[in-house]
């Protein structure tokens, strides 16, 4: 009993932090235009480090779940776009990723409704660390624009933040052009695989609400089917 009280409680702790990320993201936009540009770059800076400690949390006390899996790819995403969306008011350069994160988006989900698996591959991950970690610095950049330093270097960086920011917003949009075509490859081949065209689904049973919640939040049914599609995981077995 011991040892399942403190799982669900491993398990609730990853989560929270997931969910975190995900209400953070859809604040973000208020923190940025009331509290200024320096609290919103720390604020970023927490959203972000929170998606690697609930896969650090996760992976530690071996408790990845469906539902976590997904709400980490929700958050990441809407965490994302959000953060493009505020520095595209200002620097237009990162409208073009911030489309291309969309498209990705409509493709995974396309890929999803076919009933084909929408882990991020290699490109995928690659596009998503160097995306994060430029978003950052060009918030950090943005806030330090106020700030009188007298150390050449740093202070001819911030007085290049456009030309820096325009530099971190074209490798962004390179990278993510590739992981694009990698997505729609793999969405291609799930939409004219056979066996996975979501009209298979229709002739099969329905799992019931509690079947579905139960299947979500077990991590030992995640080891079993983690490599299979989630649309799958709505379905009986027979």
Same mark, same amino acid.
């Given at each position: ?80 776009? +959000?953060?493009? %969306?505020?520095? /595209? ?6 409208? @073009?990723?911030?489309? =291309?994160?969309?498209? $990705? #988006? ?42 009188? +330093?007298?150390? %050449?270097?740093? /202070? ?6 456009? @030309?820096?920011?325009? =530099?971190?917003?074209? $490798? #962004? ?66």
């Amino acid at each position: 009993m011991k040892h399942k009280l403190i799982k669900i409680i491993e398990i609730a702790v990853v989560n929270v932090i997931t969910i975190f990320r995900l209400i953070g993201a859809i604040i973000l936009p208020f923190v940025y235009f009331n509290k200024g540009t320096s609290t919103a770059a720390i604020f970023i800076l927490v959203l972000f480090l929170t998606d690697a400690i609930d896969g650090f949390l996760a992976r530690t006390f071996k408790v990845s779940t469906f539902f976590g899996s997904s709400m980490d790819a929700l958050s990441d995403k809407v965490l994302n776009a +959000i953060a493009l %969306i505020i520095l /595209s008011i200002e620097h237009r350069i990162m409208l @073009a990723p911030l489309i =291309l994160e969309v498209s $990705i #988006i409509l493709t995974t989900y396309s890929t999803y409704r076919f009933g084909g698996n929408v882990q991020s591959s290699k490109i995928g991950k690659i596009k998503t660390i160097v995306l994060d970690v430029f978003v950052i610095l060009s918030y950090i950049l943005i806030s330090m624009n106020s700030i009188e +330093i007298k150390n %050449i270097v740093i /202070s001819h960086i911030i007085k290049n933040t456009d @030309a820096f920011i325009g =530099l971190f917003g074209g $490798i #962004i949009t390179i990278l993510s052009i590739i992981a694009l075509i990698d997505y729609n490859k793999k969405n291609k081949l799930t939409r004219n695989h056979p066996k996975l065209v979501h009209v298979k689904y229709l002739d099969k049973e329905r799992k019931s609400f509690k079947e579905i919640i139960r299947c979500s939040f077990d991590t030992e049914y995640y080891k079993a089917h983690k490599n299979e599609s989630i649309m799958k995981q709505f379905y009986k077995r027979k």
